[in-house]
C-alpha cells in the first residue's frame, strides 16, 4: 500500500482530527453503495480505509512514523519472514497488530456513527460484521386535520426520492417513525431514517386524548327551537341537530370524528354550544318585555 499519509491526503504532522476529517470526506465520496459501477472506486475506497486504520491507531502510527512497519502494518525488517508462525512463508501477514500490543484507538468511537456501528479490520485482523450507514433524522410537519384523519403525508429524502408515509395510529407531536434502509449507505448496508413528526395547531379544534374538542356558536332562534347546523370536522363538514331548548355549554357528540386510535378505531368530537347573542339587537330586546324567567340556574352552584 501507497503512503498513507498520502492515500488520504493529510501532511505528515495532521492532527487526529484532521485524518478522521479526510477519511470521513473520502469515504464517503468512494464508497462501492454509492460507485456500483466504478470498480476502482472500491479498490481506491479499501486503500484509504486501511490507511485509516493505521493512522488512528496511535501506537501503529507511531510505529510508522519511526520505520518500524510499514504501510501494511507488517514490520520493516531487512530480511523476510523474520518471526515466524504467521501467514505463510513464516511471516506475520495481515493480522500483525504492532509490537506495542493491544488495538490502540478504537475506530468504533472514532467514527462516532459515521457508519452505524463497528468497522472490518481492514487487514488488521478484526473479525466484526461490516456496519451499516448512519441513521438520518427528518422533521415532516403535519397539519391537526391530516393528524387526526390519519391522511397519507409525502417525505423528500436527501437523494431526492420521495416516499408517502402512513401515520401511525395514536400520532401526537414528536412521534417517531422508522424507514428502514433509507438512512446513510454503509458497508453492510444502508442505515435508517428516522421522521420525527410535528402536528400543527388548528384555529378551532383542540385536541383531548383521542377526541377532538370544538365550540360552536349558535344563535338564540337556534337555541330555543332547534335547528339543523352545518359543523366542521376533521374530515369536512357534516350536519348536526341541535335539540329545542339546548343551553350554552351542553356538549354533543359526532362519533368517530376523532384522532385514529393505535387499534385503528378513532376518537369522536365533542361539540360544546355556545349562544351567541346579537348586540344593540332592538327587536329582541322589545320581543322580551314583560318576559321573566324566575329559575335561578346557578342555584347548583349554592347561590
Known sequence: MADPYT?????????????????????????????????????????????????SDKDKRAQFDRGEIDADGNPAMPFGGGFGGG????GMGGGFRGFGGGDGIDLDDILGGMFGGGRQGGGFGRNRPPP???????????????????????????????????????????TQM???????????????????????THPFFKRDGQDVRLDLP?????????????????????????APGSSSGKVLRLKGKGFTRT????????????????????????????WHDTRNPRARLGV
Open 7 to 55: 492515500t488520504l491526503g493529510v501532511a505528515r504532522g495532521a492532527s487526529e482530527k484532521d485524518i478522521k476529517s479526510a477519511y470521513r470526506k473520502l469515504a464517503k465520496e468512494l464508497h462501492p453503495d454509492r460507485n456500483k459501477d466504478n470498480p476502482k472506486a472500491a479498490e481506491r475506497f479499501s486503500e484509504v480505509t486501511r490507511a485509516y486504520d493505521l493512522l
Open 218 to 242: 349558535i344563535t338564540l332562534e337556534e337555541a330555543v327551537n332547534g335547528a339543523k347546523v352545518k359543523v366542521p370536522t376533521v374530515d369536512g363538514a357534516v350536519m348536526l341537530t341541535i
Open 178 to 200: 422508522r424507514l428502514k434502509g433509507k438512512g446513510e449507505p454503509g458497508p453492510g448496508g444502508a442505515g435508517d431514517a428516522i421522521v420525527i413528526i410535528e402536528v400543527g
Open 87 to 90: 501467514g505463510p512463508g513464516g
Open 132 to 174: 451499516r450507514g448512519g441513521n438520518v433524522q427528518y422533521r415532516l410537519k403535519v397539519s391537526f386535520t391530516d393528524a387526526a384523519a390519519g391522511k397519507e403525508q409525502r417525505i423528500t429524502l436527501g437523494d431526492g426520492k420521495t416516499i408517502d408515509l402512513k401515520l401511525p395510529g395514536g400520532v401526537e407531536d414528536g
Open 263 to 290: 387499534n385503528g378505531t378513532r376518537g369522536d368530537q365533542l361539540v360544546t354550544l355556545e349562544i351567541d347573542l346579537p348586540q344593540g339587537d332592538d327587536d329582541l330586546v322589545k320581543r322580551l318585555e314583560g
